[in-house]
């Protein structure tokens, strides 16, 4: 069995920082895009970075570049989402996701195994 373990959400103070890690087991995913997506109440769940499992290349979401940070352990296939200068409207739901190709990383619609997702509030 495939299963993502995320941890690290809370609620914190916006221009706080926050680390959210999530940890695959059952399944390698050296060779595969690992990301993390949002998902704000009433709104769809949005990009938010990625990270390529073969070359370590990222990308990141728009409203989240250059305060957000993504990195990973391969051989324990794992990745972490340093966010810094947290903002409220950062407040969301998130999922760890795993098994896309990086061509495909900006769609949620290619990762084949998703975490249960953890919360993130910012307070203003």
């Known amino acids: 069995q495939v299963n993502l373990v995320e941890s690290g959400g809370g609620l914190v103070q916006a221009g706080d920082s926050l680390t959210l890690s999530c940890t695959a087991s059952?399944?390698?995913?050296?060779?595969?895009?690992m990301g993390w997506f949002r998902q704000a109440p009433g709104k769809n769940r949005e990009f938010v970075a990625a990270?390529?499992?073969?070359?370590?290349?990222?990308d990141y979401g728009i409203s989240v570049k250059g305060r957000f940070t993504i990195s990973n352990d391969i051989t324990k296939s794992a990745v972490q989402l340093r966010m810094d200068s947290l903002k409220p409207e950062d407040t969301a739901t998130y999922y760890c996701?795993?098994?896309?190709?990086?061509?495909?990383?900006?769609?949620?619609?290619?990762?084949?195994?998703w975490g249960q997702g953890t919360q993130v509030t910012v307070s203003s």
């Open positions: 996701a795993a098994g896309a190709r990086w061509g495909r990383r900006l769609s949620a619609l290619d990762y084949d195994v």
């Open positions: 059952g399944r390698s995913f050296s060779s595969y895009a």
């Open positions: 990270i390529s499992g073969i070359s370590g290349n990222t």
